[in-house]
């Protein structure tokens, strides 16, 4: 067993695939790990679920593919770790460079088909992953954990009335949380909401010239 800034991992050694390449095993408590069998009514359901156990384990989420049925019904979805697959290095002799998440080629995923019963459940769940955790200081930098809640972006709102900026905005939210890592968020995410809220305000000022 490893440590890793508190939360327990278990790493082995793939010999089997690859010699170098090592498998951690989130531990997270029972009630939040999925499970083969679990059911759920809507794929929001499901991707909420998922997201959470990753955000308790130290990773984030992407949706990945579809199947649907004739009727255009999912009837078969899959979600992974963000960092499935890996990055191309051939594209016409020109080295791309990636911002954010590194690819890893991870393997772990989430599975659900659609049930004869209704709902969603879960055919399978790979909780193996090729990398460490990220440790809770740094989950709210994590993409699919990193998300502005309706009461935060009152706050900034009322903040950006009394000319407040962004940085003293994210600030004042770290103080009142006990830290930057009980935000939910980065600063990032609160000056793209501060940009998305001045357009949507001066779409509406454009509109109402014309009424």
Excluded at 5 to 26: A, K, Q, R
Excluded at 121 to 140: G, L, N, Q, S
Excluded at 178 to 189: A, D, H, L, R, S
Excluded at 201 to 211: Q, S, Y
Aim: hydrophobic share 30%.
């Amino acid at each position: 067993m490893e440590a890793n800034n508190g939360i327990l991992l278990h790493m082995e050694t793939d010999l089997e695939t690859n010699p170098s390449v090592s498998i951690f095993y989130p531990q997270v408590i029972g009630k939040l790990t999925p499970f083969k069998g679990q059911q759920f009514e809507t794929l929001e359901e499901v991707y909420d679920f998922y997201n959470q156990y990753a955000r308790e384990a130290g990773f984030s989420v992407r949706s990945y593919s579809s199947k649907k049925s004739k009727e255009g019904e999912v009837i078969r979805k899959e979600y992974v770790c963000n960092k499935e697959g890996s990055w191309s290095t051939e594209t016409s002799g020109v080295v791309k460079r990636h911002r954010g998440v590194g690819r890893e080629s991870c393997k772990a995923r989430l599975i659900v088909v659609k049930s004869k019963y209704g709902g969603y459940v879960v055919t399978i769940f790979e909780e193996a992953h090729t990398h460490p955790m990220t440790t809770p200081r740094r989950r709210h930098l994590l993409k699919s954990h990193s998300q502005i809640s309706c009461v935060d972006q009152l706050v900034a709102q009322q903040l950006i009335s009394v000319n407040v900026s962004t940085h003293q905005q994210y600030d004042i939210l770290a103080t009142q949380a006990g830290g930057i890592e009980n935000v939910g968020f980065t600063q990032q995410v609160m000056s793209n909401s501060n940009r998305d809220r001045r357009m949507k305000i001066k779409g509406h000022d454009g509109e109402m010239l014309f009424v």
